[in-house]
């Protein structure tokens, strides 16, 4: 079932490593061209055409844009008490972990009566997506709002596609597993759209027709500074369409698991955890890296197995028998740790001997889960980490969501005239050298110091 791609006895870069290893094909850009219509006419038309959209790719029209708090808290009601009780845990653990990313105002001392601060100052407001396609994500909830909040952000709105399966007071809303998720965390704007149309809204901003009006006034949902969360290629494409007027955290593609295994690894974990990130997607990778062709062996056996006995095995075998999965043989470990340094997985697995001090050597991973009992499971749900991590190699340039998605970092310089006197020469100089020279007139009207040349 799995492709095998054998590396050993090569010496290839890093950029032929690349191109050797297995991945997905995800063209952003093609999707740019179904988008950029869709994007145009939420800006236009707002509420009209979020519904109308809705009709068209969720099949089924909102009855209001914005989830009634009561609907809300009807979805909480109906909730299965032993998955209230997971949330519960999942929130708890992802609070612990992400209070401690919260970041400190520093104030340097320059010189003598001269500082330079930075404060970390959380963004206005964020739209927060959550998809709602092949399956249901309440736990992508807490990984986009929890941080949010932790961060300090003011105004948070969370969008998700209506759902034409929801029946009675939840018909035309989002999962209703999502909206108790928000519930429980304290959200109490959500939005029942999805897709490329929801960065849209969230970007532009809507008046929402379809609410009750508020003092006479028709209620709007106002534009966000930020967007998170991941989603499908649409989701992706309206992210980089849409990058400038809004910021984003990554253009997020399939997920991927890369395990680096040797002989002493359980065949049937391995296989176990490549079929748990394939049944994501049809484009889910699943990447077995190892110097070991028995375990090698034993894996694919364990694989095939399990791809045909799982729920979703069409969606399964789809993904481990496309190009993007496989198993990449290498002479040794030092030569695995190229590899998926190179490959710079979303998701990285370490079972091998003396797995803390391998993973210790890892530079390029969304996220690294080490050991036997460290499964990519326990990350997208109850280890306390973030499971929106950057895809498609990214993780050798960008990290996964934190508290720190939502800050920014605000330099305030404060210095008195004796600290200015001190370096305006230098200022000068270095102004003159740019042909500036306004740049140093602008420290010599203060401290009339004569201009050097």
Known sequence: MLSTTDLRGTDLSVTELRAALPRAEYDV?????AVTPIVADVAERG??????????????RPQRLRVPAEVMQRALELLDPDVRRALEVSIERARLVHADQVRTDTTTQVSPGGTVTERWVPVD???LYVPGGLAVYPSSVVMNVVPAQ???????????????????????????????????????????????QAVAAFAHGFDDTTAEPVDGRVPRCEPVSLVTGPGNVYVAAAKRLLK???????????????????????PEHVAADLVSQAEHDPLAASVLVTDSTELAAAVEEAVTRRA???????????????????VVLVDDLDAGLAVVNAYGAEHLEIITADSPAVAARVRNAGAVFVGTYSPVSLGDYAAGSNHVLPTGGCACHSSGLSVQSFLRGIHVIHYDEQALTEVGQ????????????AHGEAVTARTGQTVGR
Request: proline letters at 6%; one cysteine or more; aromatic letters at 2%.
């Open 29 to 33: 850009e093609a999707a740019l061209h």
């Open 47 to 60: 509420a009209e055409a979020l519904l109308e959209l809705a009709e068209r790719f969720d099949g089924v």
């Open 125 to 127: 407001r964020v739209g």
């Open 150 to 196: 932790i961060a300090g952000v003011s105004s948070l709105a969370v969008a998700s596609p209506p759902q034409r399966d929801n029946a009675g007071e939840l018909a035309g809303y989002p999962h209703p597993t999502i909206l108790a998720a928000c519930a429980l965390l304290g959200v109490d704007e959500v939005y029942a759209t999805g897709g490329a």
């Open 244 to 266: 400038g007027l809004i910021g984003i955290d990554s253009e997020a593609g399939p997920t991927e698991i890369a395990v680096l295994a040797d002989a002493g690894a359980d």
């Open 308 to 326: 045909l006995a799982t729920k979703h095995s069409e969606r399964v075998q789809t993904a481990l028998t496309g190009p993007q999965s496989g």
């Open 426 to 437: 230098h200022v000068v100089t270095l102004a003159e050298a740019e042909d500036l020279p």
